[in-house]
């Protein structure tokens, strides 16, 4: 007697909020001296780095390689009634970018955009939002698409006035996906935020003014935490009783 089987798919996905947020500022600087404008660029990152310690924010630093280049202007000169085009040397510009990894904790982001802006970086920030340790994530989305499968057989067999037997074949289609369902973290939009509704600059008030800035980031922050949904799909084939 043939054996008869039933072929299953299963699917799931789960939604994980992004625990892990990594900023890259970037400094640029101008000068006639090459060394003077790597050192203005640098001198900038290293005393936002000091004044994150010394509001107790140790992230994750990663030095990304500085770019260089050379700049000119474009001069008319005339001689002998004919107009002659020249570029003239001008100076250097320095660029420095600084990877920052921190764990989601509103508070400590908004010191790092509030900072930011106290040195002037604020306009060269961007971010990525992401989950620190999917794997577990990932293998939870494809025992909850195995557990749908076997479910789904479990009923129709039932409903069929059969049984579901053992589990003959696995066919994973090994199609883990992830993908944002939100909007990523919005630096201009917070500190946007932050100058509506803030009388003073966030670092030129008094103290009580900037715990305003700082809560009402936060709350920002909170209501737009980044997520990712994980997902898998497995086919599934068992005996029928």
Same mark, same amino acid.
């Given at each position: ?7 299953? @798919?299963?699917? +799931? ?6 625990? $892990? ?13 090459? !060394?003077?404008? =790597? ?17 107790? *924010?140790? /992230? %994750? $630093? @990663? ?37 920052? =990894?921190?764990?989601?904790? /509103? ?6 955009? *509030? ?20 794997? /577990?994530?990932?293998? !939870?989305? $494809? ?15 039932? +409903? ?17 996906? !992830? ?17 509506? @509704?803030?009388?003073? @600059?966030?670092?030129?008030?008094? !103290? ?14 909170? %209501?737009?935490? /980044?997520?990712? $949904? ?12």
């Amino acid at each position: 007697m043939m054996q008869r089987l039933a072929n299953v @798919e299963g699917k +799931a996905s789960m939604k994980v909020l992004c625990d $892990t947020v990594k900023f890259v500022i970037t400094a640029q600087s101008q000068d006639v001296s090459l !060394e003077t404008a =790597t050192e203005t660029t640098r001198g900038q990152l290293d005393s936002l780095i000091s004044d994150l310690a010394d509001n107790e *924010i140790v /992230p %994750k $630093t @990663e030095w990304q390689d500085p770019e260089y280049e050379r700049l000119t202007e474009q001069t008319n000169t005339m001689r002998r009634g004919v107009r002659e085009t020249s570029n003239v040397f001008v100076g250097f510009r320095a660029t420095q970018s600084l990877a920052l =990894t921190l764990a989601w904790n /509103p508070e400590q982001l908004c010191k790092v955009l *509030i900072l930011a802006e106290k040195h002037n970086l604020a306009e060269n920030i961007s971010t990525t939002a992401f989950v620190a340790n999917p794997a /577990p994530h990932r293998d !939870e989305a $494809t025992r909850q698409a195995v557990a749908n499968a076997k479910h789904y057989a479990t009923v129709v067999c039932e +409903a069929a006035g059969a049984k579901l037997g053992e589990l003959v074949n696995v066919n994973p289609k090994n199609c883990w996906y !992830e993908y944002d369902e939100e909007p990523e973290l919005c630096v201009e939009d917070l500190l946007v935020c932050t100058h509506l @509704e803030v009388d003073e @600059e966030p670092m030129g008030g008094s !103290e009580k003014e900037l715990d305003r800035t700082i809560s009402i980031m936060t709350q920002h922050l909170l %209501k737009s935490q /980044p997520s990712t $949904t994980y997902g898998d799909e497995v086919k599934l084939q068992f005996s029928i009783i």
